[in-house]
C-alpha cells in the first residue's frame, strides 16, 4: 500500500481512484469516527491505534479510507510504511518513511501490515515513538494484536487503543455489494457464502463479473461451484505456503467443530510434540479464534479449507473423516473426558450433509458450550420452554423439573447466555408419581406395547428443545451415548421444528404416529430401540449416510403404526403356549404367532418352530440369560416330560424352577417381540 503524502492532482488518476474508493467504501462508521476524532483532537491522550483482525477484513481498505479523508478534507500530513514490502528493521523502516518527506512533519503515520513488523515493534514502542512530535497520530493494521508489552506498561494504558475489526453484518454486505453493482438477484447468496468477510464479498463480486455462466454467483451458488475462486481466496487469506503437516492441520480444524492437541494427536495419528507444534501454529493464526473448548476458525475458512480438500483429495477427506467421526463416538461410548463436547464435536460432523445443510442453523454452533441445568438455571429453562412450546408446556415442565432437574441440559452461547435447552426425562417401566403428561403417557404405553422395558431399563423421552436444532443434535447425541440403561429414545418434534425433524431422519430415527400435546396439538416422535442398535453400531451407521450423503437408508423414513400387529399381553400368552406346543405340530399350526412378521407370510409350524428354537439358543449364549435358556430348554425342546421332572433335570427346587419358567416364558417374548419389529435378533 503506498498513499502520497499528498492529494492526488484532480485530473490524475489517482484522484480517481480515490473518489472510487470512497463511493464503494463501507461500513466502519465507529472505526471511522474514532480516528476522525483523535486526528483532529488538540489534546489527544491516545496517540496510537492498533487496528486488528484476520486477513481479509478490511484492514488496508479503512486505512487507505482514513488516509483519503485526512489528506482531502482535513488536509493532514500523510505518511504510510507498508510492512509486506518493507524489511522488518529500522534503516529499512526509516528509509521507506524518508522518502516521503521529513518523518518529523507527518501528522498521519499509517503501517499496514502490521503482522511483519516483527522485532521492529518493540522498537517503535521504545525508540521511534518516543522521539517523534506529539502531534503525530500512529494507526496501524495487522492481522494480529499489539504485543503484551504495551497492554502491560503503565505509560501506554492510555496512549494506546486496540480495535478489533469484526466482520460485517448482513446489511453491510449488501450495501458493498450494490455499491459494486451486483444484480440484487444475486446479492442474497453471495452475502451467505462470505460471512460477512469483505474480501470475500470483493472476489466473489469480481467473480460474477468476469466470470463465464458456469461458474457465475447465481441464485443457488455455492462456495463448492467454483474451486478456483476458493484456492485464490485461500492463498490470500494464509499468504503462505504451507507444510503438507500444517495442510494436514488446517484440515482437522476446518472439519472439527472445535480442534484441540488431543485431537490433531489422534486423527493425524502424530507424537504429541508435533501435535503441539502444529496447535500451536494453528493457535497463530488470524482467522483462528481461541475458545475454552479449543480453536475454531472463521467460518469462511472453514468451508472453503473443505472445499478445496475435498476437490483436491476425496478420498483424503473421507480417511479424514473416518478418523474424526470415529475417535468422538469412541471417546463418547467410553465416557471419558468432557462427554457434552464429544457429543457436540460428534453431532457438529453432521453439517456436512446436504440433506440436513438447508435445514439445519449451524451458524454459531462451534461457540456454544452445553452442561447440565443448575438450580438458578430454572427461571431461564422455563421461560424458554413458554416462549418456544406455550404457558402449558412451562407449567408441565416445571413439574418435571421438580421431580427430574437433571433432565435439562443447557447450551450456553460464548457470553453466557442462555441458547437453547432439552429437556429429556428419564422414564422407568411402571415408574409412579410422574406428572400428568399425556406425551410421556403415549412414550410408555409405545413401549410397553411393542417391546416392554425390563428392569434397570430406562425410556429417554426428548420432551422439549428449544434454540437451534443442531444444539438439540448436541444434547441428544451425548445422551444416547452415555445414559445407563438407555433401551429406548423417544423425541419429540413440534410443527415449528423441521430442522431437528431433518436432523433426526438423518440419525435413522423412526418416526412414529404423533402424539397428543396438551398446549402445541400434535408433535411427531422419532424412536430408537438402542437394545436393537448399540450406539456404537448406530454411530457407524451414521457416519456411512454421512460418507454418502444420504438422509437415512430409505429417501423417506417409514412410518410406523401406533398399534403392534397383537397386543403385548395377548402376545404374551401366544408365545408360552407356542412353547407349551413346540413339539406338536398340529396344536402350533394354529398358535397366532404364525399371524405376525416373526415368520414369513405363509409359513407353516416347522417355520415357527425354527424361529422359538433359535431364541432359545440365543438365550443360551447369552451369559445373563443362560440359565433362561437352559430352562426352556429342558422343559421344551428335549422331549416331553412333567415339570417336577424337569426341575429335578435343572437341579433347582420347584418354587424355583417354576419362578425361572416365567421369567424365561417373558424374557423368550421381549426378545420375540424385538425381533418381530425390527427384522432382527437382537445381540
Known amino acids: 500500500m503506498r498513499i502520497s503524502p499528498t492529494p492526488p492532482p484532480v485530473d490524475s488518476h489517482g484522484h480517481a481512484l480515490a473518489a472510487r474508493r470512497r463511493r464503494v467504501f463501507t461500513g466502519r462508521v465507529a472505526e471511522l469516527r474514532l480516528l476522525r476524532e483523535l486526528l483532529l483532537s488538540d489534546q489527544r491522550g491516545c496517540f496510537v491505534v492498533w487496528l486488528h483482525g484476520m486477513g481479509g477484513i478490511g484492514k488496508s481498505s479503512l486505512l487507505h479510507r482514513f488516509a483519503d479523508e485526512a489528506a482531502t478534507t482535513y488536509g493532514r500530513t500523510v505518511r504510510t510504511v507498508d510492512m509486506r514490502v518493507t524489511d522488518p528493521a529500522p534503516e529499512a523502516f526509516l528509509a521507506a518513511l524518508e522518502a516521503q518527506g521529513p518523518p518529523e512533519e507527518a501528522q498521519l503515520l499509517l503501517i499496514d501490515g502490521g503482522e511483519a513488523l516483527g522485532p521492529l515493534e518493540q522498537w517503535l514502542r521504545d525508540e521511534f515513538l518516543p522521539r517523534m512530535p506529539a502531534h503525530l497520530l500512529l494507526v496501524v493494521g495487522s492481522r ?18 486496540s480495535v478489533e475489526l469484526r466482520c460485517m453484518d448482513d446489511a453491510e454486505a449488501a450495501k458493498l455489494l450494490c455499491n459494486r453493482d451486483v444484480p440484487e438477484a444475486a446479492v442474497p447468496d453471495i452475502v451467505r457464502a462470505a460471512h460477512g468477510l469483505p474480501l470475500a464479498l470483493a472476489l466473489f463480486a469480481d467473480a460474477r463479473e468476469r466470470a463465464t455462466d458456469a461458474v457465475e454467483p447465481h441464485p443457488g451458488w455455492e462456495l463448492r461451484d467454483s474451486p478456483d475462486l476458493v484456492g485464490e481466496l485461500l492463498q490470500l487469506l494464509l499468504r503462505e505456503s504451507v507444510s503438507l503437516a500444517r495442510a494436514d492441520a488446517l484440515h482437522v480444524l476446518a472439519l472439527a467443530r472445535v480442534t484441540t492437541e488431543e485431537l490433531l494427536r489422534h486423527a493425524l495419528e502424530v507424537p504429541s510434540a508435533e501435535a503441539r507444534r502444529l496447535c500451536t501454529w494453528l493457535r497463530g493464526q488470524s482467522f483462528v479464534r481461541s475458545t475454552a473448548e479449543g480453536l475454531v476458525p472463521h467460518e469462511l475458512v472453514r468451508e472453503a479449507l473443505l472445499v478445496d480438500l475435498r476437490w483436491r483429495d476425496l478420498s483424503a477427506y473421507e480417511r479424514l473423516f473416518r478418523r474424526l467421526h470415529s475417535h468422538l463416538a469412541g471417546q463418547l461410548s467410553r465416557r471419558t473426558g468432557s462427554r457434552w463436547a464429544f457429543g457436540a464435536g460428534l453431532a457438529y460432523l453432521g453439517r456436512t450433509s446436504r440433506a440436513v445443510r438447508d435445514a439445519v442453523d449451524w451458524h454459531g454452533t462451534d461457540r456454544l458450550r452445553l452442561r447440565a441445568a443448575r438450580p438458578e438455571d430454572q427461571d431461564d429453562v422455563l421461560a424458554a420452554i413458554g416462549k418456544e412450546h406455550g404457558d402449558v408446556a412451562a407449567g408441565l415442565a416445571r413439574q418435571w423439573w421438580d421431580q427430574q432437574p437433571a433432565a435439562f441440559t443447557v447450551a450456553e452461547d460464548g457470553r453466557g447466555g442462555l441458547a437453547g435447552t432439552l429437556t429429556a426425562l428419564c422414564l422407568e417401566p411402571d415408574a409412579a408419581g410422574l406428572p400428568d403428561d399425556p406425551v410421556a403417557r403415549a412414550a410408555l404405553a409405545y413401549a410397553a406395547e411393542r417391546s416392554p422395558l425390563r428392569r434397570s431399563e430406562r425410556l429417554l423421552l426428548g420432551r422439549w428443545s428449544t434454540g437451534s436444532a443442531a444444539t438439540a443434535g448436541f444434547a441428544l447425541t451425548t445422551l444416547w451415548a452415555t445414559t445407563p440403561g438407555l433401551a429406548m429414545s423417544w423425541t419429540c418434534t413440534a410443527r415449528h421444528q423441521p430442522g431437528l425433524a431433518a436432523l433426526l431422519d438423518l440419525y435413522g430415527q423412526q418416526r412414529a404416529v404423533p402424539a397428543e400435546d396438551p398446549d402445541t396439538g400434535r408433535v411427531l416422535p422419532f424412536v430408537q430401540d438402542w437394545r436393537n442398535a448399540p450406539f456404537d453400531h448406530w454411530a457407524a451407521a451414521v457416519r456411512g449416510r454421512l460418507l454418502t450423503d444420504e438422509s437415512s437408508a430409505s429417501p423417506a423414513p417409514v412410518t410406523v403404526t401406533a398399534e403392534p400387529a397383537m397386543p403385548w399381553p395377548e402376545f404374551v400368552n401366544a408365545v408360552k403356549d407356542a412353547y407349551r406346543s413346540l413339539l406338536d405340530p398340529r396344536q ?21 418352530r425354527k424361529v422359538l428354537t433359535e431364541t432359545v439358543t440365543q438365550l443360551r449364549a447369552q451369559p445373563g440369560r443362560r440359565q433362561l435358556g437352559d430352562v426352556l430348554e429342558i422343559t421344551y425342546l ?8 424337569a426341575a429335578s433335570r435343572a437341579a433347582l427346587s420347584f418354587s424355583t424352577y417354576r419362578r425361572r419358567l416365567s421369567t424365561a416364558l417373558s424374557t423368550a417374548a421381549q426378545v420375540l417381540r424385538e425381533r418381530e419389529l425390527y427384522g432382527s435378533v437382537p445381540r
Open 144 to 161: 494480529r494484536p499489539p504485543a503484551a508489552e504495551w497492554r502491560t506498561d503503565a505509560q501506554w494504558w492510555q496512549a494506546l487503543r
Open 588 to 608: 402350533l399350526a394354529e398358535n397366532a404367532l404364525l399371524g405376525t412378521r416373526l415368520v414369513a407370510p405363509g409359513a407353516d409350524a416347522e417355520g415357527l
Open 638 to 645: 428335549s422331549g416331553p416330560r412333567s415339570q417336577q421332572a
